[in-house]
């Protein structure tokens, strides 16, 4: 990895916080993981505009948003486990904060796909509003209007509302 051009390893840096991100989208290991490598075959593919990218990370992780939105968009085909007769063995989570993630995350697959991105960004990857704006293609407006409302919608959720607190308009 030594002998790597800088941008390879640049690259590379990246891969961590490509992969929590996309377990995030995702949900699953096995999708977040084609994610990923998606990600990467793509951005290796474009490699001559590497020199210029400004922000390695709002790149790759703008080509991870429109690949997953392409995913998405796509009718997924039924797929079936080779492994299905192995039983699955039921294991108690053995803390009170395992249950705490699970239901956060049951929580954040339960949000519009646009707000969960960007509550994803914002809060996972500690992205600034500009930087998921570029990297969304969005305004600035819009992303701190979904954070809102993603986040109030999480809060709903997580204390067992139906539907959020309606925010104040404050002029």
Do not use: C
Request: glycine share 4%; charged share 30%; proline share 5%.
């Amino acid at each position: 990895m030594r002998d790597d051009p800088p941008h390879e390893r640049q690259l590379l840096t990246w891969v961590p916080r490509l992969r929590r991100y996309a377990r995030a989208l995702a949900g699953d290991r096995d999708d977040a993981d084609d994610l990923v490598q998606d990600t990467l075959e793509r951005a290796w593919a474009k490699s001559a505009l590497w020199r210029g990218v400004a922000d390695m990370r709002a790149w790759l992780f703008g080509i991870m948003h429109n690949l997953h939105v392409d995913a998405v968009r796509r009718p997924k085909l039924a797929t079936v486990s080779i492994d299905d007769d192995t039983p699955e063995v039921a294991v108690a989570p053995a803390q009170g904060e395992r249950l705490a993630v699970l239901d956060l995350q049951a929580a954040l697959e339960l949000l519009p796909v646009e707000q969960k991105q960007i509550v994803l960004l914002v809060a996972l990857e500690d992205m600034a509003y500009a930087d998921v704006a570029e990297t969304l293609g969005i305004p600035i407006g819009t992303v701190m209007s979904r954070l809102s409302r993603g986040r109030e919608r999480l809060r709903a959720l997580m204390e067992g509302r139906d539907e959020p607190v309606r925010l104040k308009v404050v002029k």
